[in-house]
C-alpha cells in the first residue's frame, strides 16, 4: 500500500466548471500586508515589530496583528528572511502577499511556488538573494525529540553547531523545564501564539530564519522523527522523494536548507541517547514535551520504560505509575493502530493499550507473535542519505556507540509487515 495516499479524499463530478480569470482570483482572493520594523535597522530596544494586516474581500474586513521577536544586540537580517519567516505566519490563507520592504527574485518565486501565491511583492530585480551561511542551527524546544537531537549532534559534533529556543510567553511555560540548563546561541521571545498566528505554517521555523544571519547559517533541523508523519513510513521503492520533503522549500526562500538528522529514528532510540548521555534531563524533556493527561505524555512514557528496562536501569518515579490520558490527538483514518501499539503490546500487554484503545481485541494482532520490532530500535537506511554529507559519518558513528545500528533484511520484512496491517481490515 502506499501509505503516502493515504488518507484520501474523493469528491463527485461537477457538471460545469468555471475557470476563473488571473484578474478575477486576485479580486476574490484574500491578501496580507506585512509592515516589518527592521527597515529602520534600529534593534535598540531588543525587538523586531511586525503588523499584519489581513484583508478578506467577501466581507471587506481589515483583521490587523502586531507580533514581536526579540532579538540580540547585533542583529541583522536580509529581506530574504524576514519575507520567508513571515509567510510561515499565514501559510496559504492569503494568496496576495505585499511588504514593507522589496525581495530578490529568487526569494519572490519559491515563496509563491511554495505558498500558491497570486502575486507577492515588490521584488527587486537587482537585489542578491540571501546565502547561505557556515553554519548548522537545530530548533530546541527541550522536549524529548528535539533533547535526543541535541545530545546526538554533541556527540557527533561537539559544539559546533547552533542551538535556537522559542519562549512563547506563560502559557507554554513547561517548555523552559527542557531548555533552561542548555547552551543556547539564540532565546528569542515572541507572542505569535498569543495573537493565534501559529495556525497556518510552520511558524518555528520563523525564527530560525528571521537570525538566519546574526548566526550565519546554511540549514536548520529540528527533532522530526519517523514517526511524525505516517507517510514516513511508505516504501521508497519507486524513487520518489519522502512527501515531508516538500516542506523544506519554506526554508528556501531564506537561503537554508532543512537537515534531516533524526527523520530514520523512533522513540527508543530518541529515548536511549537521552538516558546514556543526560539521564537527569529526561523529566525535564517529558514536561516541556506535553502534559501528563494527554496521550503523547502516556505513550511516551510506556515506549521508555521498556529503554530502562533494557539498559538495566531503574525506573524514575514519574514513570512507575502513568494516569490515563484525557486528552488525545488526531489519528489517520483508515489507520488500525500507531508503532506506539505494537511497542506496547510487546512489552507491556494489552492493559497499556486499553486507554488508548478501549476496544483492542488482541486476536487481531497474532501476526506480533513472530515480529521482534527491533527496527523499531534502530535507524532507516533509507532516510539517513537525508542527513547533511559533511556530516553524515560523525552521526552515524555516534548512533553506534549509542547501539543503534541500520537496519537488516529482518528488520525491513518486519515494516513491510507493519505496513501492511496497519491499514488492512481487522478479521471478521
Known amino acids: ?35 516589518s520594523s527592521h527597515v529602520q535597522r534600529d534593534f535598540s530596544n531588543g525587538l523586531l515589530a511586525i503588523e499584519v494586516a489581513r484583508r478578506f474581500p467577501h466581507t471587506s ?53 511554495t505558498y500558491d501565491l497570486l502575486d507577492i511583492g515588490p521584488v527587486d530585480p537587482h537585489m542578491e538573494p540571501r546565502q547561505p551561511g557556515r553554519h548548522l542551527a537545530i530548533n530546541f524546544s527541550g522536549g524529548t525529540d528535539s533533547t535526543g537531537l541535541y545530545l546526538l549532534l554533541e556527540a557527533a559534533l561537539g559544539d559546533d553547531f547552533k542551538v535556537i529556543t522559542c519562549d512563547f510567553g506563560p502559557t507554554f511555560r513547561l517548555e523552559r523545564a527542557g531548555y533552561l540548563h542548555v547552551r543556547r546561541d539564540v532565546t528569542c521571545a515572541t507572542d505569535l501564539r498569543i495573537q493565534a498566528l501559529d495556525r497556518a505554517g510552520r511558524f518555528i521555523s520563523s525564527v530560525a530564519m528571521l537570525h538566519a544571519d546574526y548566526l550565519d547559517l546554511h540549514s536548520v533541523a529540528s527533532g522530526h522523527t519517523l514517526l511524525h508523519e505516517i507517510s514516513t513510513l511508505s516504501s521508497l521503492v519507486d524513487g520518489d522523494p519522502p512527501d515531508y520533503r516538500s516542506r523544506d522549500a519554506v526554508y528556501h526562500g531564506a537561503g537554508l536548507e532543512e537537515a534531516h538528522i533524526v527523520r530514520g529514528l523512533q522513540t527508543p532510540g530518541i529515548f536511549r541517547i537521552i538516558i546514556e548521555r543526560a539521564p537527569h534531563w ?3 524533556a517529558f514536561a516541556a514535551s506535553a502534559r501528563p493527561v494527554t496521550e503523547k505524555y502516556y505513550s511516551r512514557a510506556v515506549w521508555v520504560r521498556q529503554v530502562y528496562r533494557d539498559l538495566g536501569l531503574p525506573l524514575p518515579d514519574f514513570l512507575k505509575n502513568l494516569p490515563a490520558p484525557t486528552i488525545r490527538w488526531p489519528h489517520n483514518p483508515g489507520q488500525r493502530f500507531s508503532m506506539f501499539t505494537l511497542w506496547a503490546l510487546k ?18 494482532f ?7 520490532l527491533l527496527y523499531m ?16 559519518p560523525r552521526v552515524l558513528s555516534a548512533l553506534q556507540k549509542h547501539g543503534i545500528g541500520p537496519y537488516n533484511e529482518r528488520d525491513w520484512q518486519e515494516l513491510a509487515i507493519t505496513r501492511r496491517e496497519m491499514f488492512s481490515s481487522p478479521t471478521p
Open 377 to 392: 530500535e534502530k535507524y532507516n537506511t533509507n532516510v539517513t542519505p537525508l542527513i547533511p554529507s559533511a556530516i553524515r
Open 366 to 372: 497474532a501476526f506480533l507473535n513472530d515480529m521482534s
Open 347 to 364: 512489552y507491556e500487554g494489552v492493559d497499556a493499550v486499553r486507554p488508548l484503545m478501549p476496544h483492542i481485541n488482541p486476536s487481531d
Open 1 to 35: 500500500m502506499d501509505l503516502k495516499n493515504v488518507p484520501q479524499t474523493c469528491y463527485g463530478d461537477s457538471a460545469t466548471i468555471e475557470v476563473p480569470t488571473k484578474k478575477d482570483a486576485k479580486m476574490q482572493a484574500a491578501s496580507v500586508t506585512f509592515h
Open 282 to 284: 529526561v523529566e525535564g
Open 61 to 113: 474586513s481589515v483583521v490587523r496583528k502586531q507580533v514581536t521577536y526579540s532579538v540580540p544586540v547585533g542583529f541583522h537580517v536580509h529581506n530574504d528572511c524576514v519575507a520567508a519567516a513571515l509567510l510561515t505566519l499565514v501559510g496559504r490563507m492569503c494568496p496576495l502577499v505585499t511588504f514593507n520592504f522589496p525581495i530578490s527574485e529568487r526569494c519572490a518565486l519559491i515563496l509563491r511556488e
